[in-house]
């Protein structure tokens, strides 16, 4: 990962620590770009005189502030995401009670999106052979966000009609891992901008549609089938059905963290019959988990998760994953109401 | 691990939790023991009434505490390791304004020490054999330090002498990864009673003797070498001495932070030309160091996990290690220094 792909905005970044008078910064950013954390520590360090304190724990969302390190630090840019809590999506997060989002994060935390300069217009072109609609749902990261309008542009050239939608995020046609509000569109096919697969596996399993993924840094198309993807979700659930013991994963980081939701699934579990523990867990792996007594797990951290956990050997589900299990919701819902008004995690 | 190797002190802990009417009770287990956890948080749960949430995340040691958990329990308890912090050991510790601790932890945490009630004296017996001198110098973890005495006696009738050292720790004879003060005994060999490799190895390194370790529950006797072991670390430290640039690694664990220490020693680095950057973690671990771009790192948080890293592509010193590098201390004063009077992490 370049340097130069991303805009870092460290004129502004060091024109804030001055106005501040910060003198112990820190810096948090997405595992990919820790190539080029050090560079940008020696910069800003040597222009402003502040001590620079570099994150060196996981990062994957704005949900995953390093409050330790907020804690130690007079601001702290977290890098790579946006601004979700200032927006209906983060509004409704924040009113969940969540403890560890202290109030003065807001006067601390600086989100810096990392917009990206990268043409978005090869790929795109690239992207057109694979469309086989006329009307794509066009959604991007934040990074790419703001080429939204002219990858619309190209693909009406092309013949195709591009809907940006509407999100409960800060921009239009922005998604996140675990928001696609702005995918909720009259289309056939959903064209996502970005890299990964993370945003495109969960836009193919909550819009049900075949989604064609299109990274302008690699030149790669990718194509996801929502189907092949909700089969997995439906065999892990069917793994779990028999479970007779369950460990509820409790997720401590700073914006998956909700007691109120963990407290009661456990009590409906415990109706239904089934051992119910509460666990508690920063980063989960599956070594951690290992070790307990319990049939199956439910991880009511971030929801997306679950389906970075087919591998284990106990299933993991996502809490509507488990009120299937406990019967309480039917095996078409998992998706529907996830994706879009009832976001699993919130 | 069976449950009932160890003393859980459940009556113990169930009249607490009704004592303080706690409604929400917090579980820390080291990983061996998280088999038997769900059994513990059913009991409790079941004759107090009271919400059980069991720590999922690693716990190396009394200086582990799971603060998150902490801040969302009435009660925490943590199990398998002694008070650290109200004998002259945690005294200093305290005094040097680690900022994770907070006040009321001590109201708080309650250190469930797991005493064990198996017999010492067949392993200690089975030992003997591997004494090559006449005086030993007889340490164990908190699990068996109460059964010294017991095996003093065994190691008299084979014509051994036993020494038992006063410690900085709750209990002579008893060490931690990070203290071996009750091991600095006129002695020709150490013999260890405990389980792992972690006390044999730091024994060994920093007492600079023969250790003979006895595992009573396994019955097995494992033997330590010195020399073989500094081998390692001198190794560790060569590979570094090009080094242009380091992380210096600031443990963001609540007992193993330092921000102070971690800053001299950037400023003394910086003032030898090297490039030095700060870098916080909770759990340092291989894949999340990959990304950086610096030569060598320095671990501050657990001086002794340094020992663990030696797989690493890139050299991870301690801090003691480290001011070799720096040319600050000598090659010999890493193992003397650290071991008894001025412990490399307190």
Redesign the interface.
């Known amino acids: 990962m370049e340097r130069n792909t991303y805009d870092f905005e460290l004129e502004k970044i060091k024109k804030l620590i001055k106005e501040r008078g910060a003198k112990r910064v ?1 810096l948090q950013l997405p ?9 940008i ?2 910069e800003i360090s040597k222009d402003t005189g502040a ?8 990062c994957y969302g704005a949900c995953d502030i ?1 409050e ?2 907020e ?2 630090v007079d601001v702290l840019f977290h890098f790579g995401h946006s601004d979700t809590f200032s927006h209906s999506f983060g509004k409704a997060f924040l009113s969940k009670k969540r ?2 989002l202290k109030e003065n994060y807001q006067k601390k935390v600086f989100f810096i999106e990392l917009r990206s300069g990268v043409d978005v217009k090869p790929v795109v072109e690239k992207a057109v052979a694979e469309i086989k609609g006329d009307t794509v749902g066009l959604v991007a990261t934040v990074q790419h966000v703001h080429a939204l309008k002219e990858a619309k542009v190209v693909l009406a050239r092309f013949g195709k009609k591009a809907v940006i939608g509407k999100s409960r995020l800060k921009y239009d046609g922005q998604v996140l891992g675990c928001d696609f509000s702005s995918a909720a569109v009259p289309c056939e096919e959903i064209l996502f901008i970005g890299s990964g697969s993370f945003h495109s596996v969960g836009l193919a399993l909550y819009t049900g549609k075949r989604v064609i993924a299109a990274d302008p840094f690699t030149m790669q198309i990718s194509i996801y089938e929502a189907e092949e993807l909700r089969k997995k979700r439906y065999m892990a659930i069917a793994r779990a059905l028999d479970a007779k ?1 369950v ?1 509820i ?2 997720g ?1 980081k700073s914006g998956q963290f909700n ?1 109120d939701e963990v ?1 009661d699934l456990k009590k409906k579990a415990v109706e239904k019959g089934l ?1 119910a ?8 792996g599956e070594d ?7 049939d199956a797990f439910v991880n009511t951290a971030c929801p997306r998760l679950a389906e970075d956990f087919v591998h284990f050997k106990k299933p993991v589900l996502s809490a509507k994953e488990f009120e299937v299990v406990l019967g309480e919701r039917s095996w078409e819902d998992i998706f529907k109401l996830f994706s879009f008004k009832n976001n699993g995690c919130f």
């Open positions: 820190g595992e990919g770009l820790k190539t080029v954390v050090t560079d520590a020696a001590e620079v304190i570099i994150s060196g724990n996981s390093d330790k390190l804690r130690i403890f560890v013991s460990g994963i409790v401590m007691l407290i051992g523990y509460l666990i508690a867990m920063d980063e989960i951690k988990l290992l070790g307990f007594k319990v």
